[in-house]
């Protein structure tokens, strides 16, 4: 979606173009042979549609089981959708291969059913250019990353460590979109979260229901419906996060990301030289 993330989906960064060749495998066999590989070990991450591990499920129904879990981000249950007024974008792009996903992962022990991070809970994780500023500064990024709602339009970052540059550029868009569509000067951290929860399930508290897609609806289809009382009389098949401390969420993406930048691109240190200490690039 260019209006939300850019033509390249990544904002106003530009990213140099890759010299990698493209892999001849689908994704679709990607997830078969990974997690065949490695049975009971891979944390599987779905950031977007769930098209391609519907298709996966499809060629290999085992794989929900073969799975050490699954993370998604997805859907909205006692929240406003983002591309109609009941339903999240990522579902809504394909809601039957959602339905297909989730109804796969039922009679599965709750530790293993899948983490799901709805906008219900992806909306409070909100990143200001504070955050920005903090993560430049572990990086040992110059100058300091500065980032106001009054910038003209499509200012780029002048950081000296590429990936702040990078990581700038693109939440700077998301900012932009936020304010203009009356949110304020914020961005949500919607698939990071989601990432994070992958990394370390407990920064979530969450509650067990089971879920299911419409899929007829003149005006629901593509809503995610949570059943919370067990009406249907089905076993629940999904982890629902529900709560979270954005500031703690912050806080590991601040450092890790930062620490990553750090190594990977440190900052000029100072040589003793001849007439005293000088800056060295």
């Known amino acids: 979606t260019e209006?939300?993330?850019?033509?390249?989906?990544?904002?106003y960064a530009e990213?140099?173009?890759?010299?990698?060749?493209?892999?001849?495998?689908?994704?679709?066999?990607?997830?078969?042979?990974l997690v065949r590989s490695r049975p009971g070990e891979i944390t599987g991450l779905v950031t977007g549609p769930l098209t391609n591990l519907a298709l996966a499920i499809r060629r290999d129904?085992?794989?929900?089981?073969?799975?050490?879990?699954?993370?998604?981000?997805?859907?909205?249950?006692?929240h406003q959708g983002n591309t109609t007024p009941t339903s999240e974008w990522n579902i809504a792009v394909d809601p039957e291969a959602a339905a297909e996903v989730f109804a796969a992962f039922?009679?599965?022990?709750?530790?293993?059913?899948?983490?799901?991070?709805?906008?219900?809970?992806?909306?409070?994780?909100?990143?200001?250019p504070e955050h920005i500023r903090?993560?430049?500064?572990?990086?040992?990024?110059?100058?300091?990353?500065?980032?106001?709602s009054s910038d003209a339009p499509g200012v780029?970052?002048?950081?000296?460590?590429?990936?702040?540059?990078?990581?700038?550029?693109a939440v700077r868009f998301y900012l932009e979109f936020h304010r203009d569509h009356d949110q304020g000067f914020l961005a949500h951290m919607h698939d990071p979260f989601a990432a994070a929860l992958a990394l370390d399930a407990d920064i979530a508290t969450y509650r067990h229901a089971t879920v299911d897609v419409e899929l007829v609806?003149?005006?629901?289809?593509?809503?995610?419906?949570a059943d919370w009382r067990g009406m249907w009389g089905?076993?629940?098949?999904?982890?629902?996060?529900?709560?979270?401390?954005?500031?703690?969420?912050?806080?590991?993406?601040?450092?890790?990301?930062?620490e990553l930048a750090a190594r990977l691109y440190p900052a000029p240190g100072p040589k003793e030289g001849a007439s005293g200490i000088e800056r060295v690039e």
């Open 134 to 148: 903090r993560l430049a500064e572990r990086a040992g990024s110059i100058p300091a990353e500065s980032i106001s």
């Open 61 to 78: 129904p085992e794989l929900p089981r073969l799975l050490k879990r699954l993370v998604l981000m997805g859907g909205a249950f006692q």
């Open 234 to 258: 089905r076993e629940p098949n999904a982890a629902i996060a529900t709560r979270t401390d954005p500031e703690a969420f912050f806080d590991r993406l601040i450092e890790r990301v930062g």
């Open 106 to 128: 039922s009679g599965l022990p709750p530790e293993r059913h899948p983490i799901v991070c709805a906008l219900d809970i992806t909306e409070t994780v909100e990143m200001t």
């Open 156 to 169: 780029r970052s002048t950081a000296s460590n590429p990936i702040v540059r990078h990581f700038s550029d």
């Open 3 to 11: 209006d939300t993330h850019g033509p390249q989906g990544i904002g």
């Open 217 to 225: 609806g003149t005006l629901t289809r593509g809503t995610t419906v």
């Open 15 to 33: 990213l140099p173009v890759s010299t990698r060749p493209l892999s001849d495998r689908d994704a679709t066999t990607m997830w078969i042979e």
